[in-house]
């Protein structure tokens, strides 16, 4: 039995966190089965030596008699700015054992005060046209160190984006720091150990910094620049320490110099222009000869809204090579990189100083296999590069993004080959920790499309798109496909910070914006409203603080975001008035739901009515039911007792209200459309004798049309509804229906990612609107959850979040032979995996250390059932047995399980 795996705040030996209190967690590994945990003790120390020695600990929990093994909060000294932590685990099992104690794991603290900064804020000292991208400043400073190094750390941020290099050298792996916030309200900072970049002697540390996401273009609006400010900063304090114990600081003040260099202009919507002839060779180098450069600006901006950061840092994460090359009808030179994909492109390439090569990137070809890039709207997507000449170039952009999978090139002096560039895929360094695969060759192609859009969105916020002027942080989006997120990556962290960046955003009458963070002033042009409280999008404040809950078992983000739940939930309550019927201002309802004004040009059948079309009022007054009724279990779960007895007298009013204004005695809805029926039935609207009646006219509806008509509310929640009232069936010939609309019908178009709309490409081939068609929106992806828990069969238990109890619940069906799926979960590696083969059903399943399952074996009788060649009554680590009419329920301590017994479908 071992420790392993050891994080704190869901991060591997974090650098640089402001968590006051942080969290503790591990991992129990052990062979045998049914093990537990019964007993833990935390060692703490400032000293790596003396945490092995046990001598002058700043915690030792002592032996805890607990079988926690997630989240354990730190109770030693208080902690200070700077400090580093190393701590370590020993564990004792229900079987006797005893564990060495862990390979030690250590945080440090960032500073936590904004005293402690010291810096100022610096500028560049010329002006800049603020309405256009210009030159990308550089800043640099130099310093001499007498005396060998122990220690170094950097602590900086900017407005806009930095990229830091120290003696030649790029600093840390990141990118597209300090990342995205409201930067009135939240600037995040990063810390760096740089302890092995510095040399005794002559020193210089330098920083580019880009417009980013601060004063760069933002939005599809005009005048949609300087969105946060007009000037960028640099704040930076470099500390040193020696061995002799003798400390050394370098900050930014008026002592360093400034200076444009070769990028001429970086706007994360159109791309970045770099002209290698103006480049400084070893600008951030000792003995550089900075003469020419002018002294910086003081700059005034507050240091009380600077945080450590809190999510994935978004790093370069994959390199793809071209998959093939070509001319297209227009003469265009075109690669094709194989897979939609976000970040940009590395050129290789030699010719004349002068020489302009211009790289431009589109997500599809026409009809007629040429260029398309008319979805992309008003922006330029086009990196430009101008070289130098006489050798071999290599350029990367710094400071853009592009959404693509093809890139045209113009201009390039030679002969392009497939290794004339390579793409470079960038996202939050979120960990995996999902699979899913099955018999079903078109199925696993869609789960790779729903994971690379994930990956193509999660950029330190979740956008909508990650292509066109837009690429914002849709709280409608993430809140439908935040299980779907949850189960393939470790969402945590990036959801946790996300989630206070809603709470920043949040109106004092508790209105939620449609995006975070939010740069939507008034509707953004739209007419629609000001940018806040729609239903679907603000219940985000609610539904995606509980889905961390869920996966994770952290109580701490229900505890952090209870008052931003409950301002949105009273928001809704004040504005649906007495009635508690929620049908005030605006909301998007199911949006980009099918309409039989779009089958019409597809020539599909005449379904006689459109059937799509949802009434607004009933989905907002659902979800005002659904986040009150979630947020009475988040209030009974932190004790807030007195909050959760009247969340459950309003929900009840709800709910009465909801049936007395949109259905009949019958149950009948005022839309019976399969997105109410869908929504109704799975957030427990219906009175339970009515049920039944209610599932079969969704079914009936279903069947209809014969294909789902849901958009971005309806679309998660379609399946679920269908295959827990007793139409799996309906619900499998959904997923494989390979006809427009469904999942796999882009699929079959060619489709790497998740489209925007079910008709991106029409069936004739020709496109839906350029004004709204993405081809890499994961919003309808959020099928993938049902992947995962209904079709493999991996279920959470809501009683004991974390999958501290999980549920294996396969349901093979849509003649599959198998399907499997694996979670990383905070506890070890969960996987259930079944297959039919010669009238047998095969079912391994994974149950980590310290938790236990619940597997409902379909259509099995107890005694027919072997478990690894014996009869379940001698096999080890089996709990309980249960026999039901049409399943066998077992009950199982940690192991790994392989089940066979006759298949009786």
């Not at 720091?177 to 510095?198: H, M």
């Not at 978004?314 to 990189?337: A, H, M, S």
């Not at 960038?426 to 790779?448: A, W, Y």
Request: aromatic letters at 14%; hydrophobic letters at 35%.
């Amino acid at each position: 039995m071992k420790v392993v795996n050891l994080t704190t705040e869901y991060k591997t030996n974090p650098l640089g966190i402001d968590v006051m209190v942080p969290r503790l967690s591990w991992v129990i590994a052990s062979k045998e089965r049914d093990v537990k945990q019964i007993a833990y003790r935390i060692t703490a120390s400032s000293s790596l030596k003396h945490l092995k020695q046990g001598t002058g600990l700043l915690w030792d929990s002592g032996i805890q008699n607990s079988e926690q093994s997630i989240h354990v909060e730190y109770k030693g000294t208080k902690l200070e700015s700077r400090q580093c932590i190393y701590w370590q685990v020993e564990a004792w099992d229900n079987h006797g054992n005893t564990s060495i104690s862990s390979e030690p794991a250590w945080w440090e603290m960032g500073l936590l005060d904004p005293a402690d900064w010291k810096a100022g804020w610096i500028t560049q000292p010329w002006e800049n046209d603020s309405e256009k991208s210009a030159h990308c400043p550089h800043f640099r400073t130099s310093f001499n160190i007498a005396k060998p190094v122990s220690r170094g750390r950097i602590y900086v941020t900017c407005l806009g984006l930095y990229e830091l290099e120290l003696n030649g050298k790029k600093v840390g792996n990141q990118v597209f720091t300090p990342g995205w916030t409201n930067y009135r309200k939240r600037l995040q900072y990063q810390v760096y150990d740089v302890t092995d970049q510095l040399r005794e002697g002559e020193n210089s540390i330098g920083s580019i910094l880009g417009d980013g996401w601060y004063r760069g273009h933002l939005g599809w609006w005009d005048n949609n620049r300087n969105t946060y400010g007009k000037a960028l900063g640099l704040l930076l304090r470099f500390e040193i320490r020696c061995e002799d114990g003798t400390e050394r600081t370098i900050m930014t003040d008026k002592s360093w110099k400034a200076a444009p260099g070769p990028i001429l202009k970086s706007d994360i919507y159109n791309g970045e222009t770099y002209d290698a002839r103006l480049e400084m060779p070893w600008w951030s180098s000792p003995g550089f000869d900075d003469s020419g450069w002018k002294e910086v600006k003081s700059l005034k901006h507050s240091k009380t809204i600077l945080i450590a950061s809190a999510g994935e840092n978004v790093k370069k994460i994959k390199e793809i090579r071209p998959v093939g090359y070509f001319v297209t009808p227009k003469g265009e030179k075109v690669f094709d990189l194989g897979q939609n994909m976000v970040g940009w492109v590395r050129l290789k390439v030699k010719g004349n100083s002068g020489d302009r090569v211009v790289l431009k990137f589109a997500e599809v070809l026409d009809q007629k296999g040429n260029f398309y890039t008319e979805n992309l709207r008003k922006i330029e997507c086009t990196d430009t590069y101008i070289l130098k000449g006489t050798v071999e170039e290599i350029y990367e952009p710094r400071f853009t993004f592009h959404g693509f999978r093809y890139v045209k090139v113009e201009g390039y002096p030679g002969e392009l080959t497939k290794d004339s560039i390579t793409g470079i895929v960038i996202h939050s360094d979120m960990k995996p920790i999902g699979t899913f695969e099955c018999s079903e060759p078109l199925v696993n192609r869609l789960q790779q499309n729903i994971q690379w859009s994930q990956r193509g969105n999660f950029l330190d916020v979740p956008t909508d798109c990650p292509q066109r002027d837009e690429r914002l942080g849709w709280t409608g989006d993430a809140q439908v496909f935040a299980p779907t997120a949850s189960f393939n990556f470790n969402t945590a962290a990036f959801f946790t910070k996300w989630m206070k960046d809603l709470s920043a955003e949040q109106r004092g009458d508790g209105s939620v914006p449609w995006v975070v963070p939010n740069v939507v002033v008034d509707g953004g042009g739209t007419g629609w409203s000001d940018g806040f409280g729609a239903t679907g999008w603000a219940d985000a404040a609610v539904i995606i603080p509980w889905t961390v809950y869920l996966f994770y078992g952290d109580k701490r983000i229900l505890e952090d975001q209870f008052d931003s739940m409950k301002a949105w939930v009273n928001y809704m309550k004040s504005h649906a008035g007495k009635s508690r019927i929620f049908d005030d201002g605006f909301h998007f309802g199911d949006w980009l739901s099918f309409s039989d004004d779009m089958s019409y040009h597809y020539n599909a059948p005449d379904y006689g009515f459109a059937g799509a079309h949802t009434d607004k009022s009933l989905i907002a007054t659902a979800y005002f039911y659904h986040s009150t009724q979630i947020l009475q279990k988040i209030a009974e779960i932190i004790g807030r007792l007195k909050d959760a007895e009247e969340l459950s007298k309003l929900a009840a009013n709800i709910k009465n209200a909801w049936r007395r204004e949109f259905m009949t005695e019958s149950g009948r809805l005022v839309s019976g459309t399969q997105t109410a029926y869908a929504i109704g039935l799975t957030f427990d609207l219906f009175p339970n004798d009515q049920k039944e009646i209610i599932a079969k006219r969704l079914a009936e509806n279903v069947r209809h049309f014969g294909h789902l008509t849901t958009g971005f509310l309806g679309t998660p929640v379609l399946n679920h509804a269908l295959s827990t009232f007793g139409y799996p069936d309906l619900a499998y010939q959904l997923l494989l229906n390979k006809r427009y609309p469904s999942w796999l019908y882009p699929v079959t178009r060619g489709a790497t990612t998740i489209w925007e709309r079910w008709d991106g490409i029409r069936p004739d081939g020709s496109f839906q609107t350029e004004g709204m068609n993405s081809f890499n929106h994961y919003a309808y992806g959020a099928i993938g959850e049902w992947l995962y828990s209904f079709v493999a069969g991996i279920k959470i238990d809501d009683h004991e979040a974390g999958y501290k109890h999980i549920l294996f619940q396969p349901h093979p069906g849509g003649g599959l032979s198998h399907a499997r799926a694996s979670f990383y979960s905070m506890y070890g590696n969960v996987v259930c995996s079944w297959k039919i083969f010669q009238d047998h059903f095969f079912l391994e399943l994974n149950v980590p250390s310290n938790t236990y399952a619940t597997v409902t074996l379909p259509h099995a009788i107890i005694e027919e059932i072997s478990e690894s060649g014996q009869t379940l009554k001698n096999a080890a680590g089996i709990r309980n047995l249960n026999q039901e009419e049409f399943a066998a329920i077992v009950e199982l301590g940690s192991g790994n399980y392989h089940f066979v017994y006759k298949w009786r479908e």
